[in-house]
């Protein structure tokens, strides 16, 4: 193999990359990332980079005799070549670690989302006591977003379809541990609401209700894009199908190696003998 390229500048692409060259890979190694950022971590954005104590995630990861290819979108993939958005690049070998993308929510109402590193500090530029603030999704971020924000001084509402918190991630019994947070904040939690849809003036509720809103926050999960990838020939299922070593498969075209890594990676886990997708740092 003379030349892997890796799809996706975060966590598991930039890992990915050091650890070609730690293992003794002396072939080209093309790290091509959609942002205009170097890998950075993610977790902080929700918590220190919104409450203001950092404004840079980036990690000191060694890149040296890596190509890092910043503000470049992979478009398409064919067996031996990786279309982008600033033109072909050949590979014998790729790594795809493209992350996941935040669910959106229907309607024309302007959102915002947390994911980048851009998301976070335009979040915090808004965030101002009176703000009437309204989070849609009672996870993780929403309750990161939600105490940052009320402790800020903004008026938060968040507004769940589930009767408890991170009934998903945790369920309903330790979920419901969970309220509490809210309540110390200060944070209005409505519980067993779901939206319709959003709109200028602010959400509209399942039945109606028009929940008005200086901002919107979507936090109702995440999930990989898979559709530059949909014609490609790799087996996809809600994920980039991978086996326990991470290796992707080529159905009907006979293509170069692909491994995919990170929330990106559908993997087959011996552990539980079935396909899992994690969205954790620590799997990236
Ligand atoms: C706000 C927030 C808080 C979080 N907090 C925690 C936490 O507390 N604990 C925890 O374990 N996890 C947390 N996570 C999840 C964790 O950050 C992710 O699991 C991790 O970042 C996944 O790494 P990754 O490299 O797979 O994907 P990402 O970090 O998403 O990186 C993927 C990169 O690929 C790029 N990309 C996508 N498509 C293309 C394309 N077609 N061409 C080129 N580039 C592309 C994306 O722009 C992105 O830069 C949090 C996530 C967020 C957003």
């Known amino acids: ?27 080209d190694v093309v790290l091509v990332g959609a942002e205009a950022h170097r890998p950075y971590d993610r977790p902080p954005l929700s918590k220190a980079v919104l409450t203001g104590r950092i404004d840079d995630t980036t990690i000191p990861l060694t890149l040296d005799g890596v190509e890092v290819v910043t503000g470049r979108r992979a ?24 992350g996941s993308d935040p669910i959106p929510l229907p ?8 994911r980048t590193v851009d998301d976070a500090l ?21 309750a990161e977003v939600a105490t940052t924000a009320a402790a800020a001084g903004v008026e938060v509402t968040v507004v769940e379809a589930a009767d408890t918190p991170l009934r998903a991630a945790l369920g309903a019994e330790i979920g419901a541990h969970t309220i509490d947070w809210y309540t110390r904040a200060g944070v ?3 519980l067993g609401v779901s939206v319709e849809r959003t709109t200028a003036d602010g959400l509209v509720l399942a039945g109606g209700e028009l929940l008005p809103a200086d901002e919107i926050l979507v936090g109702i999960g995440a999930r990989p894009d898979l559709g530059w990838l949909a014609d490609s020939g790799l087996v996809l299922d809600r994920g980039i199908v991978v086996d326990e070593y991470l290796a992707a498969t080529w159905s009907g075209v006979d293509g ?29």
């Open 1 to 27: 193999m003379q030349r892997i390229v890796i799809v996706g500048a975060g966590m598991a692409g930039g890992r990915a990359a050091v650890e070609l060259r730690k293992r003794g890979f002396e072939g």
């Open 75 to 98: 478009t398409a993939l064919r067996p031996g070549t990786l279309e982008t958005d600033g033109g072909p690049l050949a590979y014998d070998g790729l790594v795809l670690a493209t």
């Open 107 to 114: 309607g024309d109402g302007p959102v915002r989302v947390l």
């Open 122 to 142: 335009g979040l915090r530029e808004v965030l101002r006591p009176g703000l009437r603030l309204v989070i849609v999704g009672a996870g993780w971020i929403g």
């Open 188 to 190: 209005t939690l409505r």
């Open 256 to 284: 170069p190696p692909v491994v995919a890594v990170g929330d990106c990676a559908a993997w087959w886990s011996r552990r539980y003998e079935r396909r899992l997708r994690v969205e954790h740092w620590d799997c990236a």
